[in-house]
C-alpha cells in the first residue's frame, strides 16, 4: 500500500529551528510579513490537500493512465476535479507576484509544497510544476505588458505552461535543434517544428496552454547562441483576452511510458503557430536555464517526495508482515512470527531510505531560502553569495536526490518482497514514476557535468567557496558540540576528500577534460554525500538547541539516523574518493566496443 | 532496442582456456566422450536458437501479456511455437541422466544455455528452468520407480515443473506452511491449500504441469522440520501413463505484475489433490534446497542475461545516438554531432556493466563446473570440496548477479535517456523483467543471511576456505605475473579486507547474531567483490598463456575491462569494510519508527 502522511513535524522544524527561517527570510522586506502561523498554515493546508484529494488518485491515475482521441488527451477520472480544487486553493500561483495575481509566497514554501504534491502524487505534480516554471521565466524574461497579460493566467491555474525543449535528434544537446521561427510582423512570430518529450503538453485540465518554445530565428548563428524563447498558447488570444482560434499546434500522440500514467508526454507539431518572443533574440538558453534550475530543482524535490512516501510505505509493510524471528529472541512470541520490522537487515534497508531523506529535506530548503534571498536580499553580496549558492547546490540536488530517491523506491519495493512486484500494492509503481526523475531535465549525468565543467571552476572557484567556507566555519566552531558526537570527525574527514578531490579535478579538468569527466558522476555523489553529513551536524545542534521544546518524535529517530549516516553512509566517501584519484585512460573505447577501431 | 548476440566467444574462452573444461569436466568418467567440438555445438544452436526465436517474442511477449480465462491461461502468441522447437530440440533435458530420456550433459553447459535464453526472453525461460529444478529434485530424492515414471515427462518437455513452496502467510518463512497432506491409502496423499506466487502454474505450453509441492503431514512437527514434498500432477495420470482426470487443483487467478507480463504467477488451490511423496516424511525442506539451489543459481544466471542484452543494446545506442562533443575534440567532424559512446561519463556506464558481466559469466561456469564435480567426481574429498564451493556461491551469485542486474538494467535505461523511459524501446521492459531477480527465489537479503548466518560459520570455517584457500594459492604464485599488473595488489587489498571482515563477523556472529546480520549484505557483497576479482586475474593469465591465439575482442576487450575493475571497482571494498567495521547498535527501532515503543 501507498502510505504518506506529510512530514510536518520536520518541516516546521527545519525551516524555523534548524534553517533560521526568520532570520533568513522573513528578514527580507518582501516577506516581512510571513510569520510562522501563516507558514505552518500554508504547510498544513498543502498537506490536507495532498494526502485527501492527490493521494487516492495516485494508483487509481495509474491504472486508468490517459486517453488520446483525435489529438485530445482526456485526464484520467478525478483529476479534473482534483486540478480544480488545486487551482482554486491558489496552489499554481503560490510563489507569483501578487501584482499578477500569485500568492507571493517564498520559494521555500514552494519546496515544502512541491515535496507534499510530489508524495501523493507525482503525476499529478507535473502540470502546475511545469506552469511554475514557464511563469518563473516569464517574470525574469517577460516584457512588462507580456507579464501582465500572461501571468495572471498561469497564477490562477487557469492556463497551464510547458516546456517545448527536446526534439528528436536535440535532447542533451540543444545546440542541435531546428524548429523554427518566421517573423511575422511586429511582436509576432510564425513557430514550425516538432518536439518531443512534452510533459503536459496537452490534456484537459485547463482552458488554455502556454508553451514556451526553444526554436531558431532565420538569422541565427549556429548552436546553442541561435536559439530564441517563444510563448506559444494553444488557443490564439481574442483581443479582449479570452482563448479563441486553435493555434497552430496540434499534440500527434502520447508516448506509452513505464510510469506517469497520468501525466501526458506528447508530441507537439507546431505547424506556423503564432507565437511571441520572450526575451532578447538568441537569447533562448539563458531564459530557458532560468526556467530550467527551478525546474531540476523541483525534479530533486519529486525524488525526495517519492522517496518519503516510499520509506513510510516499506516502515508500514515491515511493522505488519509477519515472518521468520528476529535474531536475538522472539520480539512478538505472541504472533506466530515477528514482523519483519525486527529483522536487522530490513531495519537496515529502511534506515539506508530515512538516513537520506532527512538531511536532503533541509538541503532542499536550505536552497529554497537561498533562490528568496538571491532573488529579494536587500545587499548585493548576499544576493549574488545565495544565488552561486543554488546554483552550485542545484545539479547536486536534481542528481542525487534523483538517484537515492530512485534506490529508495527499490529498496521500498525489495522490503515489500513478492508483493512488491505486484500491481496491486501500488509499490512497483513507485518505481516506474520515480523512474523518469533520474533522466529528465537533464540526465544525471549531465547535471553532474554541470557540476564538474560549469559550477567547480566558475570564477576560480568562487562558487566552490560559498559552500566550502561556512562549513569550513561550522566545523570550526562546533569541534567540541557534545551533541555532534562522533558526527563531526567523519564529516571533516569526507570533506578533506572533498576538498583534494576538487583541486585534483580543477587541475585534470585544465589538462583534459574528458579525464575529468569520467569520474563527474563520482564528484557530485561525493559532494552530496558532505552535503547532506553537513545538514545532519546542523540538524542535531538545533536539536539539541531545543532540548525538550523539540518534536517527540524528531527527539527520538534523528540522533540514531545520523549515527548511522556518520557510521554506514559517509564511509562511502573513502570509495568515491578512490574512484576519483584512480589513474587515467581507464575508459578505452575498445573496453566496451572491441571491434570499433576495425569497423 | 533489444540487442543481443550471443558471447560465444568469451563462453568457449573461459569454458576451455580459463576454467580447464577439459581437466575438470572432460576428466570425470561421466563426460568422458564430450569433446569440444560437441560443447561448442550445443552453445552454437543455443545461441541460434535464443537469438531467432526467443528474442524476437520478448517484447511482443510483454505487450501481448497473458490471458486468464476459466482457470486456463493463455500464453502470447509465438510461445507455443518456440516452446515445441525448444522441447524438441532437447533442451527441456539438457542435463538429466539418459537413462531417463535427457541429454546427460554437464551443468556448466546449462549455466551457459540459461543465460542465454534468460538474456534472450526471460519470461520464456521460466517454465523450462523450474522444470529443470523439478527434475532435479526428482533426480535426488525420487524413488527409482516415481522417477523412471516422471523424469522423462520433464526431460522431453512434454510436461513442466513447478515449485509451490509460497502461502499468504508464508513467503520467507516457510516455518509457516499450511498446506496439509492427508494420507489416502499406499503412496497417495490428498493435498489441500493455496499457494501464491506461484511462476508457470499454469499455461498452455504443455500437456500436464506437475507441481513439487510442500505440506504437512497430520503427525508433523511444528516449523520447517515438519515439512513434506509431494509430487501433484494437473491431470491425474490414467494407467498407461497418459493424462487422464483434472486433479483437485485449480489456478484461481494470475498477478498483474510489474514485469515478466509472459509469465504467469500463479494462485493455485490444492483441493483434496492426489500426490505422493518425494523423499522422507518431514523431509521436505531438505529436498526443497536440492531444487531451490539450482533455481538460486539460474536465477543469478537470469540476471547475468539480463545484464548483458542491457549492456548490448546500451553499447549500440551510445554508438548510434548523437549528441554534443566529446571532452577534447569532435570524434566524428562529419557528423552533426558525436556519439555519445565518446562521452566519457556514457562510456563509464558502459565500463561499470561489462566489468562485471564479464567476470561474473566465469563465477557462474565455474560454480556450474563444481555442481558437475560434486555430482560425479570419483574421489569423494573432491566431491565435498566441489560440493562445499558451490554451496558458499550459490547466494553470491544470486544475489550479487542480481543486484548489479537491475543496476545494469538501470543503467542501459539511463543510457538510452528519454528513449530508455518509453515502451517501444524495449529497454525500460529489461527493468521490469529483471526487478524481480532480486527477490524471487528468497530475496537477496535471505541470500545474505544464508552466506553470513549458515555458510561462513559451517564446519569452523570449512566452506569459506574452500574459497580463500584457492585464492590465496593464486595470489601466491602469482605475484609477480606480468600480466596481472595493479590487479594483483588490488585484488590482494580486498581479499585482506574480507579476511578480517569473515573473522570480525564469525566473533560477532557467536555473541549477538543481529549485529552481525546488519552488515550480511555488505558482507555479500565484498566476497563478490573479491570473488569476480579472482575471476579478472585467472582471466588475464589465460589470455596472457593464448596470446595471439586467443580471440581478438577478448584480446581487446579484457584487460581494459579488468584494469577499470580493479581501479573503480574494487575500491568499493573500502567502504563495505568500513561499513562492516563500524561499531554497533545502530539500527535501534526508535530510528525509523520512532513512535512505535509509546504505542
Redesign the interface.
Known amino acids: 500500500m501507498q502510505i504518506w502522511r506529510a512530514p510536518l513535524d520536520a518541516m516546521r522544524f527545519l525551516l524555523f529551528e534548524t534553517l533560521d527561517f526568520e532570520g533568513r527570510i522573513r528578514a527580507l522586506p518582501r516577506f516581512a510579513e510571513l510569520d510562522r502561523e501563516t507558514v505552518a498554515a500554508v504547510l498544513e493546508e498543502a498537506a490536507r490537500l495532498a494526502a485527501e484529494r492527490l493521494l487516492p488518485l495516485n494508483a487509481r491515475g495509474d491504472r486508468e493512465g490517459l486517453r488520446f482521441e483525435g489529438g485530445a488527451v482526456r485526464m484520467p477520472s478525478g483529476f479534473r476535479e482534483a486540478y480544480r480544487l488545486f487551482a482554486a486553493g491558489g496552489w499554481c500561483g503560490l510563489t507569483i507576484d501578487p501584482a499578477y495575481g500569485g500568492q507571493g509566497l517564498p520559494q521555500v514554501l514552494q519546496v515544502a509544497v512541491s515535496e507534499m504534491i510530489s508524495a501523493a502524487n507525482m503525476a499529478f505534480g507535473i502540470t502546475p510544476g511545469l506552469s511554475q516554471g514557464a511563469a518563473h521565466a516569464l517574470e525574469l524574461w517577460g516584457r512588462p505588458e507580456q507579464k501582465a497579460r500572461l501571468l495572471p493566467k498561469l497564477a490562477s491555474g487557469e492556463w497551464s505552461g510547458t516546456m517545448c525543449l527536446?526534439e528528436p535528434?536535440?535532447?542533451?544537446?540543444l545546440?542541435?535543434i531546428r524548429t523554427r521561427a518566421e517573423p511575422a510582423g511586429g511582436d509576432r512570430f510564425r513557430i514550425s517544428g516538432t518536439k518531443?518529450?512534452i510533459s503536459a503538453g496537452e490534456h484537459d485540465l485547463t482552458d488554455n496552454i502556454l508553451h514556451l518554445v526553444l526554436a531558431r530565428l532565420p538569422d541565427a548563428p549556429w548552436g546553442t547562441r541561435g536559439i530564441s524563447l517563444f510563448a506559444v498558447p494553444k488557443y490564439r488570444l481574442a483581443p479582449g483576452g479570452g482563448p479563441a482560434a486553435q493555434n497552430g499546434v496540434r499534440c500527434t500522440g502520447i508516448?506509452?511510458?513505464?510510469?506517469l500514467h497520468a501525466s501526458p508526454?506528447c508530441t507537439l507539431v507546431f505547424e506556423e503557430a503564432e507565437g511571441e518572443l520572450v526575451g532578447p533574440p538568441h537569447g533562448g538558453m539563458k531564459a530557458m536555464f532560468s526556467m530550467m534550475n527551478a525546474a531540476r530543482l523541483l525534479v530533486g524535490v519529486q525524488g525526495l517526495g517519492l522517496a518519503e512516501t516510499a520509506c513510510q510505505s516499506a516502515?508500514a509493510h515491515a511493522?505488519e508482515r509477519?515472518?521468520?524471528r528476529?535474531?536475538?529472541a522472539a520480539q512478538r512470541p505472541d504472533l506466530?512470527?515477528d514482523p519483519i520490522?525486527?529483522?536487522?537487515?530490513?531495519?537496515?534497508?529502511?534506515?539506508a531510505m530515512?538516513?537520506r531523506i532527512e538531511p536532503a529535506r533541509a538541503l532542499a530548503l536550505e536552497v529554497g531560502m537561498m533562490i528568496d534571498r538571491a532573488q529579494h536580499a536587500p545587499d548585493p553580496g548576499a544576493r549574488r553569495a545565495a544565488e552561486d549558492f543554488a546554483a552550485l547546490m542545484t545539479p547536486v540536488i536534481k542528481a542525487h536526490f534523483t538517484d537515492f530517491a530512485?534506490e529508495a523506491a527499490?529498496t521500498a519495493?525489495?522490503v515489500h518482497?513478492?508483493y512488491?512486484?505486484?500491481?496491486?500494492q501500488g509499490i512497483?509503481q513507485l518505481?516506474?514514476d520515480v523512474?523518469?526523475t533520474?533522466?529528465?531535465e537533464g540526465?544525471?549525468?549531465i547535471q553532474?557535468?554541470d557540476l564538474l565543467g560549469r559550477k567547480l571552476p566558475a570564477g576560480s572557484g568562487r562558487m566552490l567557496r560559498r559552500f566550502f567556507h561556512p562549513l569550513e566555519d561550522f566545523l570550526a566552531r562546533h569541534r567540541d558540540a557534545p551533541a555532534l558526537g562522533a558526527l563531526l570527525p567523519a564529516l571533516e574527514k569526507a570533506f578533506g576528500r572533498l576538498q583534494r578531490a576538487s583541486l585534483e579535478l580543477a587541475r585534470r579538468g585544465l589538462a583534459?577534460?574528458?579525464?575529468a569527466?569520467?569520474?563527474?558522476?563520482d564528484y557530485l555523489a561525493l559532494f552530496a554525500l558532505v552535503a547532506l553529513g553537513w545538514m545532519w551536524a546542523r540538524m542535531l545542534c538545533a536539536l539539541a538547541a531545543r532540548g525538550e521544546a523539540a518534536p517527540?518524535?524528531?527527539r527520538?529517530?534523528w540522533p540514531?539516523?545520523a549515527?548511522?549516516y556518520h557510521?554506514?553512509v559517509l564511509?562511502?566517501s573513502?570509495?568515491l574518493f578512490?574512484?576519483i584519484m584512480?589513474?587515467s585512460g581507464?575508459?578505452?573505447?575498445?573496453?566496451?566496443?572491441?571491434?570499433?577501431?576495425s569497423r
Open positions: 527536446t535528434q536535440a535532447g542533451s544537446d545546440g542541435l518531443i518529450f508516448e506509452e511510458k513505464m510510469g508526454t516502515v511493522g509477519l515472518q521468520g528476529a535474531p536475538a506466530p512470527a520490522i525486527h529483522h536487522p537487515d530490513v531495519r537496515e534497508m529502511l534506515y530515512r538516513a530512485l527499490l519495493q525489495q518482497g513478492g512488491g512486484y505486484i500491481r496491486e512497483e518505481v516506474r523512474r523518469i533520474t533522466i529528465y540526465t544525471n549525468g553532474a557535468l583534459d577534460p574528458g579525464e569527466a569520467g569520474v563527474a558522476r517527540p518524535a524528531l527520538r529517530s540514531h539516523l549515527r548511522y557510521a554506514r564511509p562511502l573513502a570509495t578512490a574512484r584512480a589513474g581507464l575508459l578505452a573505447l575498445e573496453g566496451v566496443a572491441p571491434g570499433a577501431r
